[in-house]
């Protein structure tokens, strides 16, 4: 996938998995990328702007975590973990709500805060908590765990999506818990915590959720004791 705009030439390789996001910026040409994202650059491109990351700033609408590039040269992006890079064109007008661990990187027209609402409000109106506030013109580019998809949704229709996989949005997005019906519904459907969309708007969903991965992984590495009491039983046959 390539494109360009703003003094800017990108391409993206090695999808769906591997993904890295190329840049080649013009003299003066500005991006700017999460600190921490970038693989290599060229010796001309300079560097400037990393920024500590803070739950105080999270919750209090400051700006992310991130790094800015000034041409000429190229460099290299890549995201903390294997997954896809797809760039979004932002028209000026349109607000976009973006996953915490989803932003990667955008052009100098593009700005972007994380939701200043605060917790206890976040709670009570039922809204997405983690998640950031993009607004601008230009091109922001995204990132997933697995692949990405995309839906549009018509005016009325609604969705329901796993907060897990969520990625970016401009649909009205309200969280809630599932009822399946039943004192342990949520037990019954492994799917207590979603969003649910409501149209006009786009929503970019990943294959993968963090979570759910992460604890499969830990499954293996650190299996639940009944394992091993099965395991001294195989072994001491008794």
Known sequence: ???????????INYRDSNSMLFLQLEPGAE??????????????????GKLKFSVAKLLSGDKMSESTFTGPGEVMIAPSTWGDIVPI???????WSVGK???????IGVTHKNKSQG????????EFLSAYNVIGAGIMWITSLGAI?????????QWIVDKGHLVAWTATCKDEDIDAGGLFSSMNTDEDSVCRF?????????TR???????????????????????RVLVSGS
């Not at 996938?1 to 391409?11: A, S, W």
């Not at 991006?31 to 400037?48: E, F, L, Q, R």
């Not at 998809?149 to 229709?157: A, F, H, N, V, W």
């Not at 149209?199 to 990943?206: E, N, S, T």
């Open 1 to 11: 996938m390539t494109g360009q705009i703003e003094g800017v030439q990108f391409r």
């Open 31 to 48: 991006v700017k990328a999460k600190s921490g994202s970038m693989v290599a650059m060229d010796a001309t491109v300079k560097i400037k």
């Open 89 to 95: 064109y932002l028209d000026g007008h349109t607000q």
């Open 101 to 107: 661990d989803a932003y990667l990187a955008c052009t």
């Open 119 to 126: 917790v206890g409000k976040a709670l009570l109106s039922g």
């Open 149 to 157: 998809y995309s839906r549009t949704l018509q005016p009325g229709e």
């Open 198 to 206: 409501t149209g006009p708007g786009i929503v970019y969903i990943q």
């Open 209 to 231: 959720n963090p979570e759910t991965l992460g604890g499969w992984i830990n499954d293996r590495v650190n299996p639940p004791d009944v394992y091993h009491k099965v395991n």
